[in-house]
């Protein structure tokens, strides 16, 4: 049987046939496209929302009534307490800002003095203290002083931001892929901001101090007599307080 083509001719057709299967493959590896489907959130919520280290005031804030100077014993501890906090985590100067012209401003400079002496008795070098006059705007405002400082903190949010839609929509991709929304992690993220002791604490580790000795010395010392390396409480039994059941 023979063919109703010439061979020529079906040569041809393969070779194009050919031809097009290799376009096709090399199509397919290259194929790209301008639309980007899924969420753009990030799904970690360390990512969404970030723990922010920055610097911000530490303010104590101090009433001079017009009738007395100096301070309470109250007062005298909360400035101590402060001269204490600044030395741990101050990273600039203390800055009192002073009262003038205003009723209290005798009384509030009388304990500008007594504030200064005790932030010298705790240790504070007098280059470290900066004084500046200032009015209240508002006069029925109590004009008290204030002292601040700058230290690091550690900031995250603002939450309950809610950019798309919860339920099933055409714009909302995270509920179909199920993806975290926005404002999760946020509140977690803040509080840990807020509890931390010392910031740099989320950004590096601190170094190690030294191990007691002493006491591992001891417990080394029974493991290689082959005595108990426990510890006894002979007041331990005394916290009992009945022998029914013995």
């Not at 804030?61 to 009738?67: M, N, S, V």
């Not at 070098?125 to 002083?145: E, G, K, M």
């Not at 931390?196 to 029974?222: C, I, M, W």
């Amino acid at each position: 049987m023979t063919s109703e083509y010439p061979a020529d001719h079906l040569r041809r057709l393969r070779l194009g046939g050919a031809l097009v299967a290799v376009c096709l493959v090399l199509g397919g590896c290259n194929h790209t496209s301008d639309e980007v489907t899924g969420s753009i959130v990030p799904d970690d919520y360390r990512q969404r929302h970030p723990i922010a280290i920055q610097e911000a005031d530490q303010t104590l804030i101090i009433f001079a009534g017009t009738g007395r100077g100096g301070l309470t014993g109250a007062q005298r501890a909360d400035v101590a307490s402060l001269a204490q906090t600044w030395l741990r985590e101050g990273t600039g100067p203390i800055v009192i800002d002073l009262p003038t012209h205003t009723p209290n401003a005798r009384a509030a400079a009388d304990s500008l003095r007594e504030i200064r002496a005790l932030l010298a008795a705790q240790g504070l070098p007098p280059n470290a203290v900066t004084v500046r006059d200032y009015q209240p705007r508002d006069t029925r405002q109590f004009a008290a002083i204030r002292v601040n400082y700058p230290r690091l903190t550690a900031t995250a949010g603002p939450c309950g931001l809610w950019p798309d839609d919860l339920g099933s929509s055409s714009k909302n991709h995270d509920y179909f892929e199920n993806k975290p929304y926005w404002n999760l992690g946020c509140a977690s993220q803040r509080n840990l901001a807020a509890m931390v002791d010392n910031p740099a604490d989320l950004v590096q580790p601190r170094g190690e101090t030294p191990a007691y000795t002493a006491r591992r010395t001891n417990s080394f010392e029974k493991y290689r007599k082959g005595t108990s390396t426990t510890t006894t409480y002979p007041e331990a039994d005394k916290a009992k307080l009945s022998d029914t059941g013995k």
